[in-house]
Each structure stands twice: as C-alpha cells, then as structure tokens.
C-alpha cells in the first residue's frame, strides 16, 4: 500500500484529500460493506462519499450498465437520441415538485452549479449570488466562489459578486431562541440587500443541510421565509441537493421539502448514479430553456450514467428506501446522542435520517478539536467502520450508509462508532 501511497504522492495534487495516517485502496463491495487491498472487510458509514446510495453491487443497477456495455454503445454523443437520458429526465422532472420542470445533466455537482448559476446569473442579468457562510457548491471557479467555507477556498478571485448570509449557524448565537435566531436571519437578509447590493441579486444558492460544512442547517421553515424576501425581489432560489436529496434525510424527499417551499431549480449529484458520475440541474423549464447559446455536455446525461441513475432511482422508490432513512436515522441520531451524552470529547449531535454528524472537542476548553476528529476516524477504522469527517474547524465525524442499510448494520455501526469515541475519550482522561 505504502508504494501506492508513494505513486499517488508524486502525481496527484498535494491538496488532494486522502483518508487514515495509512490510506485505503478499496477495491470490492456488496451491501453496505466494501474490502480493501488486505482482504479486510469495512461496514461503510459514509456511502463511498455520499456516492454509493444504493450500497455495492446492486444486480439491478448492474444489470443496467452491463446491457447497456452490450450493445457496444457506450457513447457515441449526446447529439443523438438518447433514451435512458429521456426517462431519467421525465422521472426526476416529476419527483422534483417543480412545476414545468425540465432537466440538464452534467457529471459532477460541481457543474451542475455552475449550470445553476449560468441560468440564474443570465435570467437576471446579473453577477450578484448570495450564499450561505459554511457552504460548499463545488471546485470551479464559479463553484468556489460561493462556497464560504475558507478550507476549501484556493482562490479569492470570483467571477461572481457573493454576498454570505447568515442561517446555519445557529450554535454561534447561543442566546438567541430559535425564533429570535430565525428573526435574526430575516433581518440579515433584509440587511444584505439593502446595503451590500447596488444592483438586481441573480440568485440565493443554498445546500438545506450543509454537506462538506458539518451537516449544519437552518432551521425548518427558514428558507420559506427567505423566500418571501427573494420573491420581493424577484431573486431565485435554488437547492443544492447533491448530499440532501433523494430521500437521504428521511422526512422529505428533498432536502428543502423540509422548509416548505419550492425552489426555482435544484442540484444534484453524488448518489443517483450509485457510483456512476452524474449531475444535474433540474429547473423551471422557462428558465433551462432561457439560456441563449446551442450546448451540450459531451458526457453529460450520457448512456451508461443515465442507464444506472434510472435503475437506482427506480430501486431507491421501489424499496421505498427513504422511510428506510427516517426509521434508522431516527434511531441511530437519538442512540449516538444517548450514548456520547457522557463523553467529555463528544460535542453536538446533528442530523436528519441517514445523514447525521458528531463535533468532536477538547474536554478543557470545550473548543473544536480537528485532532481529536483525526483521532476517531482512525479508531472507526480499527473497528472496521468507514465514516466521514469535516465541518468548519474539520472536528465533525459525519455518517452517511447507503439508504439500504440494514437494522442489524445500523446497530452494529453505532457501536463500532460509540466504541471509537470511548477510546478517545479515555486516551483523554
Ligand atoms: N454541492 C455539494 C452540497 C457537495 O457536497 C458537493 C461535493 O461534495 C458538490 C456540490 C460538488 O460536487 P462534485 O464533487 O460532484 O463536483
């Protein structure tokens, strides 16, 4: 391993994000379990990275990208017909709740916000985007742009004017009662567009729970009331679903479903090609159409993704695996929040369904603990769990199984999970 490790140093960047103090090459998977190059078998917590929705190996989704590999037509262009591009655009057209809806698909959910903010920027003639502060949209330069998260910021250079809302950040204003917090954030919406900006505002991007930023929301019903502002204004709104949606978060099948309100275009990305790379953008069809220049994404909504995102999409309501995600992730939130009540190392638990989130901080200070994260992400991997880690100070452990998850993997997965955290506590005491 160590000599892949050394290849992979001398050509690959050196920002380029790897897990453990020794890093894993997986190379099978089944279920929810995946193994390494050792032959030593991992219970995935984190879904590849919120990529594998489905888990490893599912014969449906299999089946639909070996029939396609038959027909030798993998990929001739997009100028042509394709047909699995077409049903998977009409299936996610009508589950999106937009009304007129039409789709776009890229191959990352970077893209797909770049796309957003395309159509966005240019329906309103403008280059003013408002973000949430923690937020991550993606690695271009416009994705970057409106990402406030300054570890994952490589240029201040932006080709857009991004102004940084508060909403997520509630845990910052311990004072403030949910109401008054939600008050607050009006008020700094208000604020923002009365002073900040000279012109028409193009959008407000907003991941309905922060992904890379530590699973932080705003509260339920905030974005509802934003967008009684927005439309004021005539500012759109759009969702970047590429970790909430698809029934992830178990209440609502989008993320932003949990505000009430219906956003002008969403994102996606991550999980619908179970491991294939697809993205996309699905929005009012009069603002998709609205672009003026002729396009295409050579390999955007392409054969081989399009066939397994529509054969996991299928499984995903056919299994109807989002209940699956509020049954679990309801038992695995309050069973991870009972159990680290205890522990002088365990800070918030937060989360909805199967994507929930534990700070980790010093037992002295009370303040993030990156260190201490690091620390329990290679105790999680001593007990043959495979988790996430982030957040603003990088001191969050994150959770995200496939939404296939079992009962007994989910118990056995916490335990793995409580078991770290007692052994960071005691190296602690
Ligand atoms: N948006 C969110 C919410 C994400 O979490 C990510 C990736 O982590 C992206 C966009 C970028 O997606 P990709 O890495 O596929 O370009």
């Known amino acids: ?45 984190f879904g590849g990275i919120l990529t594998n929705m489905l888990g490893y190996d599912i014969p449906e989704v299999r089946q639909a990208v070996e029939q396609r590999l038959r027909t030798g037509v993998v990929h001739t262009s997009t100028l042509y017909l394709i047909r699995s591009q077409v049903e998977l655009a009409e299936k996610v057209a009508r589950i999106s709740g937009i009304p007129d809806a039409k789709v776009f698909f890229t191959n990352s959910g970077t893209e797909a916000n770049e796309t957003a903010l395309l159509l966005a920027t240019h329906a309103r003639r403008s280059d003013q985007v408002l973000a949430l502060r923690n937020s991550y949209h993606g690695r271009s330069y416009a994705a970057t742009a409106v ?138 069809g009069d603002l998709l159409d609205g672009l003026p220049a002729n396009g295409i994404s050579t390999f955007g909504g392409n054969p081989l993704s399009t066939a397994a995102a529509s054969a996991t999409l299928d499984y995903l309501l056919d299994h109807d695996l989002q209940a699956n995600a509020h049954r679990l992730g309801g038992k695995l939130i309050s069973g991870l929040r009972a159990a680290t009540e205890k522990l002088s190392v365990a800070g918030a638990v937060r989360g909805k369904g199967l994507m929930f989130a534990l700070d980790l901080v010093d037992p002295d200070s009370g303040r993030p603990s990156p260190a201490l994260a690091a620390a329990a992400l290679e105790e999680t991997r001593k007990r043959r769990l495979l988790i996430g880690k982030g957040g603003l100070y990088g001191n969050t452990l994150r959770m995200a199984p496939p939404l296939t998850l079992s009962e007994g993997e989910a118990e056995e997965g916490l335990s793995a999970l409580v078991g770290a955290l007692e052994a960071v506590d005691r190296a602690q005491a």
């Open 1 to 45: 391993m160590s000599e892949l490790l050394d290849r992979h140093r001398a050509v690959l960047p050196a920002w380029l994000a790897l897990y453990y103090d020794s890093p894993l090459e997986l190379v099978s998977g089944k279920g929810c379990r995946v193994q390494d190059a050792d032959g030593v078998s991992y219970l995935d917590f």
């Open 147 to 284: 990402t406030g998260n300054r570890s994952w910021k490589n240029s201040s250079l932006s080709p857009l004017n991004v102004h940084y809302l508060h909403g997520t950040d509630r845990e910052r204003f311990p004072r403030l009662s949910e109401s008054e917090y939600r008050r607050f954030c009006v008020e700094d919406l208000r604020s923002c567009l009365a002073t900040a900006t000279a012109t028409d505002v193009a959008c407000l991007l907003v991941e309905p729970i922060q992904g890379v930023g530590g699973f932080t929301a705003a509260p339920d019903g905030l974005l509802r009331e934003f967008k009684q502002v927005l439309d004021e204004y005539g500012i759109l709104l759009i969702s970047d679903e590429v970790q909430t949606g698809w029934g992830r978060t178990g209440e609502t099948f989008w993320g932003i479903q949990a505000h009430g309100v219906t956003p002008d275009a969403m994102t996606f990305a991550k999980g619908l090609g179970n491991g294939l790379a697809i993205g996309g953008v699905v929005a009012r």
